[in-house]
């Protein structure tokens, strides 16, 4: 599309936070911010650091570089910080909400910044009475509550290491995490709700205490009025709580690199990899995108639909240290309908709402028009992440939702806890593109031999250090494993998985995942190719295509999940194969189209084109405890 879709105003660019930091700085455009970025990195992350309000002694420099090895680059070399201290900075608003719950059933309460402060305080200190020290291990298994946040916080405050995962993962997905990373203090909650079901969490967590011998304390959220007999190990919350003092905790600080979180990848490949990440670089990559790039401000109310299980929450809690409410909401984002989301943001006037583009999709595809039935006069950024963001649905957004608000596609992942696209409230949106590479990051997109591409179709790779580069896998002690996962195929630059293209607009076009790439007779295609047609036909809900080894080559598969009363008539195959071929080309015209009543999903909610490969290939699949859904992986099974 050679015409924007949205613009900002000249008034209100002038607020934004990024125009403020391009005059503060000298700099003309985001063009020039870019290129200064990437030149002098050494003032650039100085700068990030003091605008965006991080707490800490930095030290000289902010960036040195040992080799040449971007491996090797040290960020703050010598800064000495408790990253606690810029989330519980003194603010003036301490009656005001810092977190608001809400439920899908409508249940809702809050904690002000001065509860806050009390609760972390008292958590930090029955941490410490446990013994919990720097470098230990403190997990959550955990509904989207704002208890699991304190528990955070108090975690980072002593310098321990954070993980979490969600109260849907299985047994056994929890413990292919927590049996690696060995927490010896749980966080968990009776049950949880989801679609208007409740699910009782006590019989799982009885196994998962027995199966980790790590454990020494299991602290026991209570949801439900159920008076059960409690479980070895366990303490409630609120007698946790009131086992610490109110005396204020001394918190030490740490070095920059210090570890502070552990996530995990999506398990689709063989046992999950622990990617260990610093506390300050995540805080300070979070602090760059939420602040410049997505102009929040203190006073704001930020919003990402999220789990425990998922980065978004490690994003999302951040925009605490920017002194915005956060808004946690847990359950189904689509019980009882829809408009769920929709009213929570009108109700908490949300500044900035987080969704993904299959939600987004979902709501075009209902013909949704929330801008009709809800007034959102606070929002002013939306974000849309998990997949790429299909021109339809940037239109959608403008046409039907928040005509005036900055849509910003970005894109990451857990590897970085960050983004290495996103959004540019100074400069115009495009639909179907994301705007620009992030600030700092020298992202490009490579061929199958290194060469840079301007057009045309390739890896995503970043060629510089940044701050929430992972130290590495846990349990990796020679780092081969971290270097071959972003390393090996190209020297010197991380390579993200990730097919990308540039457009004409310095915007960028995610393809999809390139280790699911589909190569049939030599010709290598993106999957969001194919799915970009799909999505015209309204009788469709979703897709997924896959390549399937066939008559010493591979032919593509390509199985649809139809609206309710529609069917995959012979007239639909038609209509697709022909929409393919025109819109595309021959090559990417499935070889057989077969519908199924669901797609195999992360529990980060991205379709797992992986589980689906296997599959059909005949192979086992690959800890299918990852899947949100494994039981529809029984429909995927066809003749090899």
């Known amino acids: 599309m050679s015409t924007p879709i949205w613009r900002v105003s000249d008034e209100k660019k002038s607020g934004l936070a990024l125009t403020q930091f391009f005059a503060q700085y000298g700099l003309s455009s985001f063009e020039d911010a870019m290129e200064w970025s990437l030149r002098e990195p050494n003032e650039f992350w100085r700068a990030v650091w003091n605008t965006t309000g991080i707490v800490g002694v930095p030290g000289e420099p902010a960036v040195r570089f040992p080799s040449e090895s971007i491996v090797e680059t040290e960020f703050f070399p010598h800064a000495l ?151 070895p190990l366990t303490k409630s919350w609120n007698e946790f709580l009131a086992s610490g003092s109110e005396v204020p905790f001394e ?131 939306i974000c849309s992440t998990g997949s790429p963001l299909n021109a339809a649905g940037f239109e959608w957004v403008y046409e039907y939702f928040a005509p005036q608000a900055h849509l910003a596609s970005i894109s990451g992942g857990t590897d970085l806890c960050g983004c290495f696209v996103g959004g540019d409230p100074t400069r115009p949106v495009y639909a179907g593109e994301i705007q620009g590479a992030m600030l700092g990051m020298d992202v490009s997109v490579f061929n199958d031999i290194g060469e840079e591409l301007l057009t045309g179709t390739g890896e995503l790779v970043c060629r510089n250090a940044f701050p929430s580069m992972p130290n590495g896998f846990w349990g990796d002690t020679t780092g081969e494993k971290y270097h071959n996962t972003y390393f090996s195929r190209f020297e010197n630059t991380w390579t993200h998985g990730d097919f990308a293209s540039r457009t004409t607009h310095d915007g960028f076009v995610i393809h999809g995942r390139s280790d699911a790439t589909l190569n049939v007779g030599g010709v290598r295609m993106g999957t969001a190719e194919i799915y970009s047609q799909v999505e015209t036909f309204a009788e469709i809900i979703e897709s997924v295509a896959v390549a399937q080894e066939w008559d010493d080559d591979t032919r593509i598969v390509l199985f649809l999940r139809m609206a309710n009363n529609t069917q995959c008539t012979p007239e639909l195959e038609q209509a697709l194969r022909l929409r393919l071929r025109q819109f595309i080309s021959p090559r990417h015209v499935p070889a057989l189209i ?47």
């Open 81 to 231: 910080l408790n990253i606690v201290d810029t989330f519980l900075q003194p603010r003036d608003n301490a009656t005001a909400d810092a977190i608001v719950y809400v439920s899908e059933t409508g249940e809702r309460h809050s904690i002000t910044w001065s509860q806050l402060h009390t609760d972390v305080n008292r958590a930090t200190h029955a941490l410490h009475q446990y013994g919990v020290q720097a470098g230990d291990r403190v997990a959550a298994w955990m509904p989207n509550r704002p208890e699991t946040i304190v528990l955070y916080l108090a975690t980072q405050a002593l310098g321990a290491i954070f993980t979490s995962t969600s109260s849907d993962f299985g047994v056994q997905g929890v413990i292919d995490r927590f049996s690696q990373t060995t927490p010896r203090v749980l966080l968990a909650a009776d049950e949880y709700s989801y679609g208007g079901k409740s699910f009782s969490c006590r019989d799982r967590l009885q196994e998962i205490i027995e199966a980790l011998p790590s454990l020494e304390h299991v602290i026991y959220v209570e949801t439900s009025s159920s008076q059960e007999k409690p479980l």
């Open 251 to 381: 918190r030490p600080r740490f070095p920059f690199n210090h570890p502070g979180l552990i996530l995990y990848s999506s398990g689709t490949t063989g046992m999950p990899k622990c990617i260990v990440h610093k506390a300050a670089g995540v805080l300070l990559t979070h602090l760059k995108e939420q602040q410049l790039h997505c102009d929040v401000h203190p006073g704001d109310t930020v919003f990402y639909f999220t789990t425990c299980g998922w980065m978004m929450w490690n994003w999302l809690t951040s925009a605490l240290a920017s002194g915005a409410t956060i808004v946690l909401f847990d359950g189904n984002p689509a019980y009882p309908n829809l408009n769920t989301l929709f009213d929570l943001c009108e109700r908490e006037d949300i500044t900035l709402f987080g969704t993904s583009a299959k939600f987004i999709d979902s709501c075009r595809k209902a013909e949704l028009s929330p801008s009709s039935t809800h007034r959102f006069p606070a929002l002013r950024t």
């Open 594 to 640: 077969i519908p199924v009543s669901d797609i195999p999903r992360t529990r980060s909610g991205k379709i797992s084109e992986l589980a689906v490969t296997d599959i059909v290939n005949g192979r086992p699949v690959r800890n299918t405890e990852a899947l949100a859904n494994p039981e529809c992986l029984k429909e995927f099974t066809i003749p090899t």
